[in-house]
């Protein structure tokens, strides 16, 4: 099964790539604001349904690919929409 | 208005991150394949309606964003979902 998930800063932390991003987009002549960057990460894994496959997603988020303190995190299975605002 | 862009690597260019990864989930005792890092960007522009944002992004997309070389861009702009798979 496909999965992807998000990592992104959570809103208060300081994010240095996102307003050096954000800068030059500006000086480029945009007109943006809150710029954010965060990490996309791909994968496949095997998994006895959607249940579980969430479940593993969530554990490999908590021991590596995210840091809770910090980041959030929104996970999608396959073709499913990705699930409401982050947590 | 809000938009995302989703930065991948294209297949078959090499993702070090990645397989940094996968290797580490497959230590932690993950079942996984295939893993791909890229970027996540959200961000806030001025534009007049979906249309126009979505030109802006994909100008921002050519100009800065992603090197259309190697990587891949996905844009969703506000609740929109996100568009058929990465071009």
Redesign the interface.
């Known amino acids: 099964m496909r999965a992807t998930v998000?990592?992104?800063p959570k809103q208060g932390i300081l994010d240095p790539q996102?307003e050096a991003?954000?800068g030059?987009?500006r000086k480029?002549g945009?007109?943006?604001?809150?710029?954010?960057?965060?990490?996309?990460?791909?994968?496949?894994?095997?998994a006895e349904g959607p249940n579980h496959a969430r479940m593993?997603v969530e554990?490999?988020c908590s021991?590596?690919?995210a840091n809770p303190l910090i980041e959030s995190v929104q996970i999608r299975l396959d073709g499913e929409?990705?699930e409401s605002p982050a947590r």
């Open positions: 998000l990592v992104r996102g991003i954000e030059s987009l480029l945009f007109e943006v604001a809150h710029v954010r960057v965060g990490r996309v990460i791909d994968l496949e894994l095997a593993q554990r490999m021991e590596l690919l929409p990705l």
